[in-house]
């Protein structure tokens, strides 16, 4: 491993994670009684550094299967800081929003560019089964469909980060309570623009959906203040 990676490892057990097994990801990951006379670190720093390794979402541990390493994911420590952030000041979230709403506005293009069919037939499945619900006699608040179809939009993008921080809005934004707002304009606003969106990804008319994505982040920003 390159020494100046090797140097900004903050543990010896992270580092032997980054480093062990790179041809083959899904193996085991030795008890940690072999690690510590394998790396030279006591029991009971490895526990620790193990422990962060769990909060930051790069390994699992069962009592059949030991240790394993996960698929890479930036949002478990986009996550836990960001919660931390808000717990201090609930403004952090307008911040990380605001992040969000750049990032889903630069990376709009490539993003759309590589859904495929079945992505596109399930935007339109996400966008009637919402405006059913906005439309039955009892109206139901469709967050969870207003979750799926902005992640869905970019789930194709190779990029753990921008992926990370995306997942990590949504889970924010319910934690605040957003995903419980109950103005039927507002939610009917959105999701008219949301139609837009997807109209114009399944038509191929990406510069009309990038429109109606800008301009529906600043019903957000808007509805944050009516309910501070």
Same mark, same amino acid.
């Given at each position: 491993?390159?020494?100046?990676? !090797? #140097?900004?490892?903050?543990?010896?057990?992270?580092?032997?994670?980054?480093?062990?097994?790179?041809? +083959?990801?899904?193996?085991?990951?030795?008890?940690?009684?072999?690690?510590?006379?394998?790396?030279?670190?006591?029991?009971?720093?490895? !526990?620790?550094?193990?422990?962060?390794?769990?909060?930051?979402?790069?390994?699992?541990?069962?009592?059949?299967?030991?240790?394993?390493?996960?698929?890479?994911?930036?949002?478990?420590?986009?996550?836990?800081?960001?919660?931390?952030?808000?717990?201090?000041?609930?403004?952090?979230?307008?911040?990380?929003?605001?992040?969000?709403?750049?990032?889903?506005?630069?990376?709009? +293009?490539?993003?759309?560019?590589?859904?495929?069919?079945?992505?596109?037939?399930?935007?339109?499945?996400?966008?009637?089964?919402?405006?059913?619900?906005?439309?039955?006699?009892?109206?139901?608040?469709?967050?969870? +469909?207003? !979750?799926?179809?902005?992640?869905?939009?970019?789930?194709?993008?190779?990029?753990?980060?921008?992926?990370?921080?995306?997942?990590?809005?949504? +889970?924010?934004?319910?934690?605040?309570?957003?995903?419980?707002?109950?103005?039927?304009?507002?939610?009917?606003?959105?999701?008219?623009?949301?139609?837009?969106?997807?109209?114009?990804?399944?038509?191929?008319?990406?510069?009309? #959906?990038?429109?109606?994505?800008?301009?529906?982040?600043?019903?957000?920003?808007?509805?944050?203040?009516?309910?501070?």
């Amino acid at each position: 491993m390159n020494k100046m990676l !090797r #140097g900004s490892q903050s543990s010896p057990f992270l580092e032997y994670l980054a480093s062990a097994g790179l041809n +083959d990801p899904e193996e085991r990951i030795p008890a940690l009684n072999d690690l510590s006379k394998e790396l030279g670190v006591g029991l009971s720093v490895l !526990r620790e550094q193990l422990e962060v390794a769990r909060a930051l979402g790069l390994v699992e541990v069962k009592p059949r299967t030991g240790i394993r390493r996960l698929p890479y994911s930036f949002f478990p420590a986009v996550q836990q800081s960001l919660s931390y952030a808000i717990r201090r000041s609930p403004l952090s979230f307008e911040a990380f929003a605001d992040l969000r709403n750049h990032l889903e506005a630069c990376y709009w +293009d490539e993003a759309v560019r590589k859904l495929n069919d079945s992505d596109k037939a399930d935007l339109q499945t996400l966008i009637a089964r919402a405006l059913a619900k906005l439309n039955s006699p009892v109206v139901q608040i469709p967050h969870e +469909d207003h !979750r799926q179809l902005h992640l869905l939009i970019y789930r194709r993008l190779d990029n753990p980060f921008v992926l990370g921080i995306l997942e990590a809005y949504w +889970d924010s934004y319910e934690a605040i309570g957003l995903n419980v707002y109950t103005d039927l304009s507002y939610l009917q606003e959105v999701w008219h623009y949301h139609q837009q969106m997807v109209d114009a990804i399944c038509s191929g008319n990406y510069a009309a #959906g990038y429109t109606a994505l800008v301009t529906h982040k600043d019903l957000l920003f808007h509805r944050q203040g009516s309910i501070k």
